[in-house]
């Protein structure tokens, strides 16, 4: 892993997830956040919940972090996680942007 420091609110969605613990993965992230899937789009926390239940928590993911680096624009970063569980199982990058300490904007494929 590269030496960027792990924001809190990845920090909080790799860990919330790992613990099955909903309330704080959608804790990590902005009110109005969007979330895109391989162009399926989910909207605010309610959107980021829903996505929880039916590819996330939902199906027991489970993260481990393999590497971190910064995005090419500002307060975004470039997570590849080796994803299992009972659904979508591989590795690559999840991209965030962060605001104010949350996630705003996470990007999958």
Do not use: C, K
Request: charged share 25%; net charge negative; glycine share 12%.
């Amino acid at each position: 892993m590269s030496d960027t420091q792990l924001p809190s609110a990845i920090r909080t969605f790799s860990d919330a997830t790992n613990d099955a613990d909903s309330e704080a993965f959608a804790a990590a992230f902005t009110a109005d956040a969007r979330l895109n899937d391989w162009g399926r789009e989910y909207h605010g926390r309610d959107g980021v919940r829903d996505w929880d239940r039916t590819d996330n928590i939902g199906v027991q993911s489970r993260f481990e972090l393999l590497g971190l680096r910064p995005g090419d624009d500002p307060d975004t970063y470039v997570v590849t996680l080796r994803v299992s569980g009972n659904g979508y199982n591989g590795t690559g990058p999840m991209v965030f942007r962060l605001s104010d300490g949350l996630i705003a904007d996470l990007r999958i494929g």
